[in-house]
């Protein structure tokens, strides 16, 4: 079936712009997470979703980051007044359950670039 | 906090070489412990997995041994090949149903 998708896949943007990222979950997964991963490091967790609520944003730098998953399913990540420290490729990740043993399956990311 | 500390690389080998990528952890409790990889062009997969001590996962030739004792998760492939060039994030959950990542090893196998 369908894995977890991205769009858009690139993004360029200036400074002090507001941005979306999208992620489609794989479908019947509870779970969502964000992750940002800058160039050269690990993956760097942000936020995760159980169904509509965010059940856990310790990860988010700031108050200028926020997402969204209305519905259970797709998540919107919104990144107001962009700064070029926010360049990274932004993953998405779902799993099933919420469970530590539960596998999270990752799209192919979008690639954030702030000048 | 959680973390994963792994060898820097890029690990370079000539294919059927024996390939061992280290990777310890800080954490509290019994995590669940991870091997992702990347391939060039591509997303992170789920390459293996151990989720109590002793567990050896293992996939496509590859194994990992989740070590308490240690706190080591080292990766583990008798004769890599060319397609095995990527790169290896090794991470873990510790209860809280988020992934800490290591910063990732880049393999790079010759003909």
């Known amino acids: 079936g369908a894995g977890v998708s991205q769009t858009p896949s690139n993004k360029v943007t200036e400074k002090g712009k507001y941005v979306e990222l999208r992620c489609d979950p794989i479908s019947g997964h509870t779970a969502l997470y964000w992750y940002r991963q800058s160039l050269g490091q690990g993956p760097e967790f942000l936020i995760y979703f159980q169904g509509t609520g965010a059940a856990d944003d310790s990860g988010l730098p700031n108050d200028r980051f926020f997402a969204v998953r209305p519905e259970g399913s797709v998540s919107t990540l919104k990144i107001q007044r962009t700064e070029r420290g926010d360049s990274a490729v932004y993953l998405c990740?779902?799993?099933?359950?919420?469970?530590?043993?539960?596998?999270?399956?990752f799209g192919p990311g979008t690639r954030l670039l702030v000048l | 906090g959680d973390s994963v500390t792994q060898m820097e690389g890029p690990v370079t080998l000539s294919e059927e070489a024996f390939l061992t990528i280290n990777c310890t952890y800080t954490a509290t409790g019994y995590p669940s412990l991870f091997w992702y990889v990347q391939y060039p062009g591509e997303g992170l997969q789920l390459l293996l997995k151990a989720t109590k001590a002793d567990d050896k996962g293992s996939n496509k030739g590859f194994e990992a041994t989740y070590r308490k004792e240690t706190t080591s998760f080292h990766l583990e492939k008798g004769s890599v090949q060319v397609s095995d060039s990527a790169v290896y994030f090794c991470?873990?959950?510790?209860?809280?149903?988020?992934?800490?990542f290591g910063k990732g090893t880049m393999l790079l196998v010759s003909p």
């Open positions: 991470a873990l959950d510790s209860g809280y149903s988020t992934l800490t």
């Open positions: 990740a779902s799993s099933l359950t919420t469970s530590p043993q539960e596998t999270q399956y």
